[in-house]
């Protein structure tokens, strides 16, 4: 009967859904499926191996054999605050081997190597070089004073008043419309953002310019769409002043990441920004454990697990 059967095929990152959101329910696998089980009983099926990434709202529970299960086919799973607006833990989709996360490693560690990958990210950014001869405090400087005018310039263009990046995360129906936006389109970002990460077998925390945080390089990496993705649309949004507006950012964050495939580019633009650093990557060791679900042909995509 196996022999009739296809074989298993992991999907690469840059194929797969963005990010689901789920609340009020639990995950588990029921007749060999990934359901949601809500209060009721109802059963919704969710295609677990074809998600980058799971967002858990308060009220959801997972059981063992659903982390499992979205753990061997690759799909992160994220535990989140309200609206999705704050990530609290995240489940390691995989990553088998330790290579790429040892060069992330070296690179971050060589003060060298660090400045050239931070001013490679600046150029992405922005779409122009860096000046000369500054360290990498003084670029997270000149990029923070950047990153403000955007912000007000983005605002304006949108009929807003923007008194700046101000919320706090306890007490969330206190920010203003623009804010409440602004976090759950960057969580949604973040989110997927993380997925890529650790299914191309780096660090979130070993960032470049942020630094000393769980998820430094998730922000590192996520600044370079930003403002090309999910800012404008958080501020489009808030102009409507809708009665849900956490759920309109999502919505059109998740149909923004799929007409702009990002998916696809997140893990080549971590290639290419720490190729920067102009170090050569570690090979792979002998002893390294097989990926989960074998794959015959080479996917051209550091994106799934292994």
């Known amino acids: ?3 009739i059967l296809p074989p298993l095929k992991p999907i690469a990152m840059k194929e797969r859904v963005s990010v689901l959101f789920v609340e009020r329910g639990e995950l588990d696998v029921q007749d060999g499926a990934f359901v949601l ?4 009983g109802v059963r919704t099926h969710i295609p677990i191996g074809s998600v980058a990434c799971l967002m858990l709202e308060p009220g959801s529970r997972v059981s063992h054999a659903a982390a499992v299960l979205a753990a061997r086919v690759g799909c992160l799973l994220v535990w989140v605050g309200e609206a999705g607006v704050r990530l609290y833990a995240s489940g390691q989709p995989g990553g088998a081997r330790s290579d790429r996360l040892l060069y992330q490693a070296k690179l971050a560690l060589d003060d060298s190597a660090r400045l050239k990958v931070v001013r490679k990210m600046y150029a992405i950014r922005f779409g122009e070089e860096p ?3 500054r360290s990498v405090e003084q670029l997270r400087g000149i990029e923070g004073a950047r990153v403000k005018k955007m912000y007000e310039l983005m605002a304006r263009r949108y009929g807003l008043v923007w008194k700046g990046r101000r919320y706090d995360h306890s007490k969330w129906r206190s920010g203003d419309i623009s804010n409440r936006c602004v976090s759950s389109a960057t969580a949604c970002l973040y989110g997927i953002t993380e ?3 650790l299914a191309a077998g780096y660090a979130p925390a070993v960032g470049f310019i942020h ?3 769980p998820l430094s390089f998730v922000y ?3 600044d370079l769409f930003k403002f090309d993705t999910v800012i404008p649309i958080a501020f489009k949004v808030a102009a409507k002043n809708p009665c849900d507006p956490e759920r309109d950012v999502r919505l059109k964050c998740r ?3 799929r007409e702009t495939k990002l998916l696809g580019k997140i893990i080549p633009t971590i290639e290419t920004t720490l190729a920067a650093g102009a170090m050569e990557p570690p090979k792979p060791p ?3 454990i097989p990926i989960a679900i074998p794959n015959k042909e080479k996917l051209g995509d550091a994106g799934h697990r292994g």
Request: aromatic fraction near 4%; charged fraction near 35%.
């Open 1 to 3: 009967m196996n022999d």
């Open 37 to 40: 089980v809500d209060k009721n």
């Open 131 to 133: 000046p000369t001869r």
């Open 195 to 197: 997925a890529a990460i």
């Open 211 to 213: 630094t000393g945080k």
């Open 220 to 222: 590192d990496i996520a």
């Open 255 to 257: 149909d923004v990441f």
């Open 286 to 288: 002998k002893e390294s």
